[in-house]
């Protein structure tokens, strides 16, 4: 039963949206570039306050400080040619979506 909970609550931490953000590309999972317009953007980011409310890939994203405690590590370009998918920051969590769901595996 103990083997059986703990790999649940592994494959629940995978499928989270703990992120770190790198300081060089080299360093990243992801590479992000940040889109001024929702219809430019491959994901809708809502960033959540607390870390138990990150979604299963949807977009609701929590900011952790450390690399360790991360599900993924970006790092933002600064051209849009530069990055593996493109985001924009959303004002609200329920509007956090896939937009361009070619790009979901990015996240896994």
């Given at each position: 039963m103990k083997r059986l909970l703990s790999l649940l609550f592994l494959i629940?931490?995978?499928?989270?949206?703990?992120?770190?953000s790198v300081d060089y590309a080299n360093q990243?999972?992801?590479k992000v570039f940040v889109s001024d317009y929702p219809n430019?953007?491959?994901l809708?980011?809502?960033?959540?306050?607390y870390a138990n409310q990150v979604g299963?890939?949807?977009?609701?994203?929590?900011?952790?400080?450390?690399?360790n405690q991360s599900d993924k590590k970006i790092y933002f370009v600064k051209y849009a040619n530069q990055a593996d998918v493109k985001i924009c920051?959303?004002?609200?969590?329920?509007?956090?979506?896939w937009q361009n769901?070619?790009?979901?595996h990015l996240f896994y």
């Open positions: 629940g931490l995978s499928f989270g949206q703990k992120i770190y990243a999972d992801v430019q953007a491959d809708l980011v809502y960033k959540v306050k299963k890939n949807n977009g609701k994203w929590f900011f952790v400080k450390y690399a920051f959303v004002k609200y969590s329920n509007l956090a979506k769901k070619e790009k979901i």
